[in-house]
């Protein structure tokens, strides 16, 4: 059984750094084709993707964002950590991290349960 | 960024409808579609990718169909499970992104 799970903080103040930790299992990160990537939602509006790392350490990440953005993974624990610097309360939003692979073309075939981020002083 | 635009942004039917959902690129992003349910407080599912593969475990009831820069998702006779919001994504190029949402209600 293929599964991911978000873990951080609920709450940040503005302008700190934001660190996320995607926790996985199922599937391995040194397989050809895999990648773990990370959708935002703010309340009551649409999808954002964010950022993606592949197995072969390849990172792409949401030009408007890229200044603000680092996604890491560490296969030994099956962990993708995302970190967002300079936080905003515009970056309110539940957090998704999921899994894509070039099987499916890249899309994200299973997502973890989300984890909501308030931005607030 | 390539730009992906859903319509309608909202759309109302009744449970045995057939309905189709439209989403339009930017530019051409042949087979790098995508189609995802969300239903409210819930994790968005795969229902196609590659614009017409249908996922694994998702009826038969729900089609994608389109090349280029225009593509569909078609529910051909709605369940009252189905009421929910659709989102297309592009994986053609990073970022991958995705459209506004449809929100499918119940007539």
């Known amino acids: 059984q293929i599964t991911l799970k978000e873990s951080g903080p609920t709450l940040v103040k503005p302008t700190q750094t934001l660190t996320l930790t995607c926790t996985f299992s199922g599937f391995s990160l040194n397989t050809n084709g895999v990648g773990v990537g990370w959708v935002r939602q703010p309340p009551g509006k649409a999808l954002e993707w964010l950022a993606v790392i592949f197995w072969n350490d390849d990172k792409r990440y949401r030009p408007f964002l890229q200044s603000r953005l680092t996604i890491t993974k560490d296969t030994s624990k099956n962990e993708v950590v995302l970190t967002m610097t300079n936080m905003d309360p515009v970056d309110t939003a539940t957090y998704y991290c999921?899994?894509?692979?070039?099987?499916?073309?890249?899309?994200?075939?299973?997502w973890g349960q989300g984890t909501m981020v308030t931005v607030s002083s | 960024d390539i730009q992906m635009t859903q319509s309608p942004s909202s759309l109302s039917a009744s449970v045995g409808d057939r309905v189709a959902i439209t989403c339009r690129a930017s530019?051409?992003?042949?087979?790098?579609l995508n189609w995802y349910q969300q239903k409210p407080g819930k994790v968005p599912k795969l229902l196609i990718y590659?614009?017409?593969s249908l996922q694994s475990g998702v009826p038969s009831r729900f089609s994608g169909s389109g090349s280029g820069t225009d593509f569909t998702l078609t529910i051909s006779s709605l369940q009252p499970e189905d009421f929910a919001t659709y989102y297309c994504q592009q994986t053609y190029s990073t970022p991958h992104t995705f459209g506004q949402g449809t929100r499918l209600e119940i007539k």
């Open positions: 530019q051409s992003i042949t087979p790098y």
């Open positions: 999921a899994r894509g692979s070039t099987y499916y073309y890249k899309a994200f075939d299973i």
């Open positions: 590659a614009a017409s």
